[in-house]
């Protein structure tokens, strides 16, 4: 393939990525998945009854990657029955999009019974309310990924089938957003009673912040929250991870010789080093310009 | 008890009943299906809602020792154990194929179990048989949703249709979730031996019903009847679900703000 051609499908397999990494992250908000869901779920223990959606299907890579399999394979079958690739992709996703808010309403119904003795009530409007707004977030994320798996097996010829790199990206754009975007929300919009950058003190766990900027909170006003940040910032994450993994290859085109694919490699070890040096530098620079934690300069007054 | 909890589950039906529900009811859907021709290919659908609730039973009983996060890797690894032992049981069984695949899964799973208790000291007294059963479980829904997908258990036939096309990436994630997400989406101190059940049927009908969509290309399996019948078990499940969470709630409302600290009290 001319390399030009493949350049133009990466920058469009990378703004599918982006797109995908934002609505995945604030997709997990609204329901408040993994990371911020322990402390959701231990709240009303605590003695703080919510209005937060408690979606626990499992962790974000799995139920990513069970909706992304179900959409490539729903996807390859309408394919097979010579179906177009845009209805085929849109129907895989709404049937994969659909299967997720059943995970969905069957883990917050679920957790929220399981809670009697706590008396945590079951608000219907909660479940009404936040079911389609995941279900329409998670059918963008399926969709961007299917467009992304595509292009691999058609365009750049990738050995593996639709639904296997469809699981794969899944749980991959899974753990993106679980490791990059959930941090926003668990460790800063769930606490934000406690001074920023105070860490999360034992005696604060299950008080998350409850009431809204007007009326009670929900995951509504957590995804919004998410949105000017954890959402965008998922998305780059994403992006680059896609967009960078597949530049390697396209540049050093390990098909066409054995040295290029090991500059190709090189190239990537490269990247990895560069990526390393700036976090570091950005940590460094945020430690100087914000100081060490509360803890630290009282131990220090005192001795 | 569960979450955080530090005892046996209890619960209504015993556990060697669902054991023998799980295991005699997978088989004989997973034969059926095999032998009954291609309209009977929903009976292998049938055959992996059965294991897929015993290992969701198995993933509850396992999980009640205080588990907590651990819950979805369990689910997981059942699949990760599942697929080597079905392709193994498959490739050399030929007919006796499920019968070898559930002996060498209950190996791979007592060697996983005793790796667990004895280099990671997880110290969980009921581990190494845990691990047997969700392996097998697990075993079993892959070749269940096999069944269902292309109408036979042939090792060619789960080869060429369900393997080389990476449907295989489907079972494998749905039918792991439908494993471990009963007892994870029921969490809590108030969870219900039965909801959590429920739960599973439900979620093993959805992939009874993803099985379906994908037996509509093949020749060897019936789609149509798979997915009608997959729909009205999720419908039957799903309904007897919201009334156990209606029976198990402390109160449940349209809408309505916090409860105060009186009525906490």
Known sequence: MEPLTGMGVLALMGAAATIAGASEDLESDVGSQSNPNSQVQLA????????????????????????????????????????????????????AAMIHGTFSVSSHLGRIASQNRFKQPLYLDIVKSHTPVIIAYSFITTICILVISYLMVVVLGHPFPLPLLAFIWGITIGAVGSSTGDVHYGAEREFQNVEFGSGLNASNSGNIVRKGESGVRNGYDNSWFCAKFGGP????????????????TTVFDASKSAAMGWESVLAGVIIVIILAIWNRKIEVAARNAYGTYKEDQDAEVAA | MSAGGSGEA?????????????LLGALIGIYAAHFLGSYASFLGGIGAIASILWGAESVRRVSSYGLGTGVPSIGMIALGMGVVAATFGLAVGGVAGPVIAVIFAALIGLLVGLLANTVLKMGIPIMVQSMAEISIAGTLTIIGLSVAMVGSFTFADVLTGVIATGYIAVIFIAGGLAILHPFNGNLGPDEKQDRTLTTAVEKGAITMIIAGIVAAVNAGASGALTIIIGVAIWYIAFSRFYKLVKRDSFSVVGTGLLPNEEELA
């Open chain 2, 10 to 22: 209890a619960g209504g039906m015993s556990h060697n009943t669902i054991i023998g529900l799980g």
């Open chain 1, 233 to 248: 910032v998922t998305g780059i994450a994403f992006g680059m991870v896609v967009f960078l993994s597949g530049w390697i």
């Open chain 1, 44 to 95: 009303p223990q605590m003695m703080y009854p919510h209005r937060i959606y408690n979606k626990a299907i499992s962790g974000e890579p799995p139920s990513n990657a069970l909706m992304c399999a179900i959409g490539g394979t729903v996807a390859t079958v309408l394919l097979g029955m010579n179906a177009s690739v845009i209805l085929a992709l849109t129907i895989g996703s709404l049937v």
